[in-house]
């Protein structure tokens, strides 16, 4: 079965000006093992299809006009909010851009792993490693362990001892690794990470690139990678989708996309890439290059 299969999604935002429709006709597979990247320009609506998935924009705001999005079968936009937040974490985990907004910076990273590992938990106890039916003492104590476990997994050094600090005692590579944590320690089988290496310099961005890159060979889950960067796409996605004003222009395998790009806007995403060879004052946004192209 289809781990996420959206189908000509159609969404609208409304704001203090009216509504206006944001993503048009979106169609999306993505199979276990596979990591996706959603590349597009700003405003493009890559965010809005990820929070789509997690069933994350409120209805106040947003509204479906058209279209599916099935998780393992399930219809998440018939699902309710109950049921969704016992999927978000432990099925669907999500990482967001910035890790300064998504820790809390008053309890110590041990404290807002266990939560989420105890939430996980309660719903399946296995994910805490134990069986039957488990007291609270048990349960936090075994959510402790997987704390720490997962904190080691994802390169934290000397986890038991780190684990009681606060976020500030992290640097922003460290504290995105514990989002990362976060989002794996649920087990989920798809993660939606939103520009999760955009906040980070170039060195940490790769170890955190291959870090997802080794959670989806070790547990074949799929990957919705959210960036504007085609560098990130290149180094670890096995699929792209290129979006451009709320809809997908091209999409398929990493390789056939990047190497012939069908579409005038991939391109000139491709063109505005700066290389070794680019010289100074030559950096052309994509808007330059589209006119030059005569779209
Ligand atoms: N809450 C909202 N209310 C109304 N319009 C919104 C809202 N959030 C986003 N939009 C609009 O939807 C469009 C797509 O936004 P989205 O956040 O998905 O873009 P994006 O591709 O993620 O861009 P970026 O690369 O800057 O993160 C934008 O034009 C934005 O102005
Ligand atoms: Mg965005």
């Given at each position: 079965m289809t781990l996420l299969d959206i189908k000509n999604l159609n969404l609208s935002m409304r704001s203090f000006e009216g509504e206006t429709?944001?993503?048009?006709g979106i169609d999306l597979k993505v199979e276990r093992g596979e990591i996706w990247g959603m590349v597009g320009e700003t405003g493009s609506g890559k965010s809005l299809t990820g929070l789509s998935v997690s069933r994350l924009i409120p209805p106040a705001t947003g509204r479906y006009l058209a279209g599916s999005i099935h998780f393992e079968g399930r219809d998440l936009l018939a699902t309710d909010e109950k049921a969704m937040r016992s999927l978000r974490g432990r099925k669907i985990g999500m990482i967001f851009q910035d890790p300064t907004t998504n820790l809390n910076p008053v309890f110590t990273i041990g404290t807002q792993l266990v939560d989420v590992a105890l939430h996980a938990g309660h719903a399946d106890p296995s994910i805490l490693g134990l069986s039957g039916n488990p007291s609270g003492r048990e349960r936090k104590k075994a959510a402790r362990r997987v704390a720490i476990e997962m904190l080691d997994k994802v390169g934290i050094p000397n986890p038991a001892a780190r684990i009681d600090d606060y976020p500030h005692q992290f640097s922003g590579g460290m504290r995105q690794r514990v989002l990362i944590a976060m989002a794996m320690i649920g087990k989920p089988d798809l993660l939606i990470a939103d520009e999760p290496t955009t906040a980070l310099d170039v060195s940490v961005q790769a170890q955190i690139l291959k870090l997802i890159h080794d959670l989806v060979a070790e547990r074949n889950i799929g990957v919705l990678m959210i960036t504007h960067n085609l560098g990130v796409v290149a180094q670890i996605c096995s699929h792209v989708a290129v979006m451009y004003r709320g809809r997908i222009l091209e999409r398929g395998p990493v390789h056939e996309v990047l190497k012939r790009p069908a579409h005038a806007y991939t391109q000139a995403l491709l063109n505005a890439i700066p290389t070794v060879h680019t010289k100074r004052g030559e950096l052309r946004g994509i808007g330059d290059i589209m006119q030059e192209g005569g779209r």
């Open positions: 429709q944001i993503l048009h």
